[in-house]
């Protein structure tokens, strides 16, 4: 790997997009040009979360990570720069990708909030009955 060469990848989870940049480091985590765990101040139990492609292939301290996230609360933007980290390693090594798999870190959670429907007061909600 040269000197300034890095490895990009995308995460999304909900309405969080997150473009993550890895590079050989000493374990730096910046998000939004701010440090990880200043950015995440008020949710300190999630950072872990950061960490756990980095744990899976005991990685742990040897790339640099720098992501812009955009959009979702934070439980959003963690998992999105998650998934970020872990599509990015694999395009450092292919041969990180079986582990990733099998610690359930490459996958996108599709799961997004549904829409609120034309005539009822919620995505299913239904308008309260009256009988007179």
């Known amino acids: 790997m040269a ?17 993550v940049r890895i590079k050989s480091g000493k374990g730096v985590i910046t998000v939004n040009s701010t440090p990880a765990d ?6 300190k139990y999630l950072l872990t979360k950061l960490q756990q492609p980095f744990v899976a292939l005991d990685n742990v301290n040897k790339f640099d990570v720098s992501a812009v996230v955009s959009g979702g609360g934070h439980e959003g933007q963690i998992e999105a720069i998650r998934l970020g980290i ?5 395009v450092v ?7 990733l798999k099998r610690a359930d870190l490459l996958g996108r959670d599709s799961r997004e909030k549904e829409r609120k429907k034309f005539g009822l007061k919620g995505a299913r909600k239904q308008r309260q009955f009256t009988k007179r």
């Open 3 to 19: 000197k300034d060469s890095y490895f990009y990848a995308l995460g999304r989870r909900k309405s969080a997009t997150a473009r």
């Open 38 to 43: 200043e950015y995440f101040a008020a949710s």
């Open 86 to 90: 872990s599509k990015a390693l694999v």
């Open 93 to 99: 090594n292919e041969d990180f990708k079986s582990t």
